[in-house]
């Protein structure tokens, strides 16, 4: 079974405005990751947030963690046509083994 | 650097029949994984390893072999291939509790 989950499953926005999707885990970890998958490419890193932050930026990205909950949450900011992908969180638990959830798929208007 | 390069990128194989997935990192990270993406399922992982002749078991293993005889290589095997196999293959490298680089990914279909 996958450690995280991704909610919503798909996101619609207009350009310019803030997408947010949430994931939640199931047991302790040591970081959790964001990726971006465009349509049929590999996964690419977005950010990594380690169990003792809450939050963290980069760029137009802003990742916070709640440990006492078992979720972290990625925001996207002014939101542009390229941010159109899917986009994965990845629980890093034991044995350096990353665990994927199914998915936000965002889709940006122009 | 090439990071991580992933052979062939697309692939058709008929039922019963075996073949080899190639994986190569050059950034000589001493982990590496293999998953299998599904519509709707995110990425489940297969195999992995934490070093050159050292590989485990991930969530879906069966019907796959893997060995790790170099830092740079992890092949994936498919011993037998079946209509269930069919998926999109990528291979991952990181170098402890980091970022994971991914190849471009290998689409399978087993007809």
């Known amino acids: 079974s996958q450690q995280g989950e991704e909610d919503p499953q798909a996101l619609s926005i207009q350009e310019g405005e803030n997408a947010t999707m949430n994931c939640s885990y199931k047991?302790?970890?040591?970081?959790l990751q964001w990726y971006r998958q465009n349509s049929g490419r590999g996964l690419v890193h977005l950010i990594l947030i380690r169990s003792n932050e809450r939050e963290k930026h980069s760029g137009r990205l802003r990742v916070t963690l709640d440990t006492s909950k078992k979720s972290s949450s990625l925001l996207i900011t002014a939101s542009r046509a390229a941010d159109t992908a899917s986009y994965f969180c990845?629980?890093?638990?034991?044995?350096?083994?990353?665990?994927f959830g199914a998915g936000t798929t965002v889709t940006v208007r122009a | 650097n090439a990071g991580v390069t992933q052979t062939p990128k697309f692939q058709v194989l008929k039922t019963g029949q075996s073949m080899t997935l190639q994986c190569a990192q050059d950034m000589n990270h001493e982990y590496m994984s293999w998953y299998r993406q599904d519509p709707g399922m995110g990425l489940r992982l297969i195999h992995y390893?934490?070093?050159?002749?050292?590989?485990d078991q991930g969530e879906v293993p069966n019907g796959y072999n893997v060995s790790r005889s170099t830092t740079e290589d992890f092949p994936l095997r498919l011993l037998s291939a079946a209509p269930s196999q069919t998926s999109v293959y990528f291979c991952a490298s990181r170098s402890g509790a980091t970022e994971a680089f991914f190849g471009q990914g290998t689409r399978l279909t087993v007809v």
């Open positions: 390893s934490v070093g050159a002749g050292i590989t």
């Open positions: 990845a629980t890093d638990a034991k044995a350096y083994k990353l665990s």
């Open positions: 047991t302790s970890i040591n970081n």
